[in-house]
Structures are given as C-alpha cells and as structure tokens.
C-alpha cells in the first residue's frame, strides 16, 4: 500500500462559475469526508440573503478519479465540436 494522502482541514474552491441568469452556479471543490480526498462539482443556487448554497444537483468522485474524468471530459469536448454542438473556442 501507498503512503496516506494528506487530508484538507476545509474545503478548497477551485473554480466557479455561472449557470444561467438566475445566478446558479457551478461550483468545483477539493475537500476531504470521512479520510478520502473528494472532488466535487456541484450546482449552487442564490438564497434569498445572496449567498451560494449547494444543491442536490451535482457529482462527488474520490480525487484518484479525476484523471479518468479529465479524460471523459476531453472526449465529450471533443464529439460535441464533431457534432457542431461548439466551436473551436469552447462556446456555444
């Protein structure tokens, strides 16, 4: 067995972003739970105090995944600009 990774004492944003105009985003977020290092990607919606709150709405993988995710992710990218679904630059 490996050395035991380190654990985050709190979570670390990574990047966010905006959904759509009613000011939902799409949070990404190191964190640690129960001695596995997780990512998550989650949708978080506005309350009415205008702070982001997460929702149910999302996907939480062990970090030791990430790379197959950046790959799937690079595969998706990749058929959606086939398909025309993108352009080169990434948008719509």
């Keep these: 067995m490996g050395a035991r990774k380190p654990e985050l004492a709190e979570p670390v944003v990574v990047d966010q972003w905006w959904a759509n105009r009613r000011h ?12 596995h290092n997780l990512i998550d990607l989650r949708k978080h919606s ?9 929702t149910a709405k999302g996907i939480t993988i062990k970090v030791t995944r990430l790379v197959d995710l950046q790959k799937a992710i690079a595969k998706a990218v990749e058929k ?4 025309g679904l993108i352009d080169e630059e990434g948008g719509e």
């Design 24 to 35: 939902d985003a799409i949070v990404t977020t190191l964190q640690s739970f129960k001695g």
């Design 46 to 54: 506005m309350n009415r105090d205008g702070k982001l709150v997460p």
């Design 80 to 83: 959606a600009r086939s398909l």
